[in-house]
């Protein structure tokens, strides 16, 4: 008998029975490489739709793609990944030998390691010039206050011609807005509070700044990083949904652009 992820088909439960007979498309996921089955659990697919081996999002594969297209000799570089989590951040973790993920702990010593988790603040990064190849991020710039500081430190941080590939909300017909700032050690909340769901923060994590048309402009104005960003969308690698842009941020090599 055929089996799911060592899993009898006669003994799956019945939540799966359910989301296999929902909308679904197959292909080949950029993710786990292997032929699949991409199923809609609900109506947001850029988030709920699933490969069903490796539980790769739709916004996953999205940036998994750009990175493969972007940079197509990624797994020989080194990646610094931003709150890591899900089956992207493992594939990323055990495919490049030149990966390490980072998190931030305020309460933890910056640069220490926890967890084998580098503990670093985006504003202020204890990483030395010109140390990584490539920068990723998944949903972590609207939720970091000061964002021009983090994009600068990036800058600071990539070699030149490195990349910060990464995925936000975004609404491309709204220019950005903070939701919040910081007034000394306080939060001065502009807008009605707002969170996120968080796999490490069970409460959610509050955002920040509403990403609008003019990212790309106060990217470069922070850092000098020129920032393209793609919408892909591609039934057969299970790139299917909304608000699935994935940016694309270049540190200019001297003498160029």
């Known amino acids: 008998m055929k089996t799911l992820r060592g899993q009898k088909l006669s003994q799956m439960p019945g939540y799966l029975w359910s989301a296999l007979s929902q909308s679904k498309h197959r ?35 999205a940036l998994t793609q750009t990175l493969i297209e972007t940079v197509p000799d990624w797994k020989q570089k080194t990646i610094l990944e931003f709150a890591p989590h899900g089956a992207v951040s493992g594939m990323l973790e055990t495919s490049c030998s030149g990966y390490k993920g980072s998190v931030f702990l305020p309460d933890v010593t910056l640069g220490s390691e926890v967890n084998g988790r580098l503990n670093q603040d985006l504003r202020a990064l204890t990483l030395a010039d010109e140390s990584y190849d490539i920068v990723i ?42 939701r ?6 306080q939060v001065q909340h502009l807008l009605e509070p707002e969170y996120h769901g968080d796999p490490v923060n069970p409460s959610g994590t509050l955002v920040v700044t509403n990403w609008g048309y003019d990212i790309c402009d106060l990217v470069f104005e922070a850092s000098g990083m020129q920032t393209t960003y793609h919408s892909p969308q591609n039934e057969g690698l299970g790139i299917v949904g909304e608000n699935l842009e994935v940016f694309v941020s270049k540190k200019p090599r001297p003498g160029r652009g």
């Open 27 to 61: 292909g080949v996921c950029p993710v786990c490489t292997k032929r699949s089955i991409f199923v809609n659990l609900s109506d947001w697919q850029r988030e709920h739709c699933r490969c069903i081996r490796c539980n790769s999002s739709s916004r996953g594969r």
């Open 137 to 178: 991020s998944q949903d972590v710039f609207e939720h970091v206050f000061e964002p021009e500081k983090a994009f600068a430190e990036l800058g600071r941080i990539l070699k030149p011609g490195g990349v910060h590939i990464f995925t936000l909300p975004f609404n491309r017909h709204e220019k950005t807005r903070p």
């Open 180 to 185: 919040a700032v910081l007034n000394g050690e």
